[in-house]
Structures are given as C-alpha cells and as structure tokens.
C-alpha cells in the first residue's frame, strides 16, 4: 500500500497484492541420497510418542543419535540451514527431506536450534502436544471480524507464542499434506520490511513510540494468565500478533493513549495491505520451513475448501 496526500489532505492509498518470491538464499535443497540416508538413520532410532518429547533429554538423544549416525549429512545440514536464518529473511525452506513417522528426524533437526516448547499436553486438542499437528480446521478464528475482513489469526500477519512471557525464537514447519486447491500459501515479513513500511507509512514519532512504550499481551491461561507489557519494536526484534494486545485491553482495566492505539491500527494495515517485502510460496510435502520468530513475521494464506486435508507438524524452539 502507498500513501500519498491528495491536494485536499486526504490519504490516498494504493494496495500492492504483488509478492516476492523465496530467495534462493534462503533455499536448502538437499539431494535424495542425501535424504535416504538420513531417513534411514532416523529409522535405526528408539521410536518414541509426541508426548515422550517433552523430556528435554528425550529431544537431545534423538539429536545426538542423527549425529552419530549419519554426520555428514546432518551437521552439513545444520550448518547450512543456520548460516540461512543469520541473513534475511531470517527464515529457510529445507526441501528433500523425508521425514520418519515418529518424528525423529523432525525432533533432532529442531533440537539444533534449541529446546522444544509447547503447550501441556491435551489428547483432546491436536495443536497441544509438543509436536503441534496444525491443520485449518483447528485454526482460532479472528473476533474482530467486524472490523477486518480476516477470518482465521494464521492469515494474518504474525510471530507464534505472543502470549508466552518471551516470545519462542524459532517456529518451524513440516509439510505432511498441502491443500489440494493449492491454497494456504505461507508468507513471510522480515523486520527490515516491516521497517521499510513504518517509515514510509508513518512518522519517525510513532516507530519510536513503538520502540519505547511497552504494550500489554495476553499471557496463555496455562501460564496462569494475565497481562505482560513489551514494546512491538525491540532491539533488532518484532512482536507482533494483535489480537494479543487486543485481548489483553479487553480483559484489564487498563487502556493506551490515543496516539499508540492509531499507531497500533496502522501497523495492522500497513503490514496486511502492503505487499511489496512480503514473500509468499507453497510448501510441499516433505518441506521443512525454519522461521526466526523474533526477525520475520508469518502466516498462510486463506484456505476455502473447509475440508481440506492440509497438514503441518509445527514445533516451537527457544
Ligand atoms: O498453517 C500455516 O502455514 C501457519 C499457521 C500459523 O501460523 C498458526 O496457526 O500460527
Ligand atoms: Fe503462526
């Protein structure tokens, strides 16, 4: 979206739908040897369930066995998908894998980045488990409706587990199934386009009133609920969901000047409607998407086939 002020001081806007594609930067295409051996040695490992996984130690003997066994092609991994997340967007598609059913291979690879996080267990729920089985059927439906046209919090714009006290650093994905219509597209919005847009669409006062003045967040029931208060714009880090802030203001009493919430309001139009440094792309089956979520803000795209077979084992990293 471009603003510009017509001659009667009106704000004309222009929406930019056009998006970027995945750099090749930030592409790992790993060979199909490659991919046999590492499946093969995932395959050698104790088979665990989702839930055993929350054993920290559980995480660090898959990781350390897919080390032992097959070092050469897991370290060189891990060494390409971190030497991609340092430069931006600060996020990678790993393409090739093939991936184990009991989710050894996807266990190690994420326990390189650091320990798996998640919310309790809850056999009931499919996204509470610490590999996170999302699918859209599943997805929180946005409240504010009646105020944006957005249906589902995954279509919009945003970093994963804002309603944690620190935010996880990574969130990653494994494609099992994609949409059948091609839809559920995943989009990508790093800080250095986030800033682009908040200096071209607002003034210097207001990033720095994003900078400085903390906002209050929603914390997660299981974390015993409340509000905690953090800044949308940190030292080379974004927080961004706003239903957060939302829900966060509807339950407390407590309220933000006028000027922070007209600026919140423009941060959501701005990162939704202008396009120009989003990335959009279709993740495959066997594709495994690694996202800084401090540097690069995510979603998907809508989903109209209500029974889609879409499927993503998520996990979240600190
Ligand atoms: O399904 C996807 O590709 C992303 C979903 C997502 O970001 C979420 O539910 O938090
Ligand atoms: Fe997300």
New binding site residues.
């Given amino acids: 979206m471009v603003c510009n002020v017509d001659i009667h001081g009106c704000f004309l806007i222009k929406v930019i739908n056009i998006m970027r594609s995945l750099p090749q930067s930030a592409i790992v295409q790993v060979a199909d040897d490659k991919a046999a051996r590492l499946l093969l040695a995932s395959k050698q490992m104790a088979a665990y369930a989702n839930r055993d996984y929350y054993q920290a130690q559980i995480q660090l003997d898959a990781y350390n066995c897919m080390r032992v066994s097959c070092p050469d092609e897991f370290d060189t991994l891990e060494q390409l998908f971190k030497a991609a997340l340092r430069q931006p967007p600060y996020a990678v598609l790993v393409k090739g894998l093939q991936f184990d059913e009991h989710y050894r291979l996807l266990v190690a690879l994420n326990c390189s980045l650091g320990k798996l996080v998640a919310r309790p267990f809850d056999k009931k729920t499919p996204r509470a488990q610490l590999i996170h089985h999302?699918a859209p059927q599943t997805d929180i439906y946005n409240q504010n409706k009646a105020k944006d046209a957005v249906a589902k919090l995954?279509e919009k714009m945003?970093?994963?587990g804002a309603d944690r006290l620190a935010p996880v650093r990574y969130?990653t994905m494994q494609c099992v199934r994609a949409d059948s219509r091609g839809e559920g597209r995943s989009r990508l919005l790093d800080i250095h386009g986030i800033y682009n847009l908040l200096k071209q669409g607002m003034e210097q006062e207001q990033i720095d009133l994003l900078e400085n003045e903390p906002v209050p967040w929603q914390i997660a029931d299981y974390l015993c609920g409340g509000i905690c208060w953090r800044p949308v714009l940190a030292e080379q880090a974004i927080h961004w969901r706003r239903y957060s802030i939302e829900a966060a203001l509807a339950s407390e009493n407590i309220s933000l000047s006028e000027k922070m919430m007209e600026t919140l309001a423009q941060v959501d139009l701005l990162i939704e409607q202008d396009c120009r440094y989003k990335i959009e792309f279709l993740m495959a089956p066997g594709d495994f998407l690694i996202v800084d979520n401090l540097r690069c803000l995510?979603?998907r795209s809508v989903i109209t086939d209500a029974d889609t077979k879409r499927l993503m084992y998520?996990a979240w990293v600190e």
Avoid: M, T
Wanted: glycine share 0%; net charge neutral; hydrophobic share 45%.
């Fill in positions: 999302v995954s945003h970093i994963d969130v995510h979603a998520r």
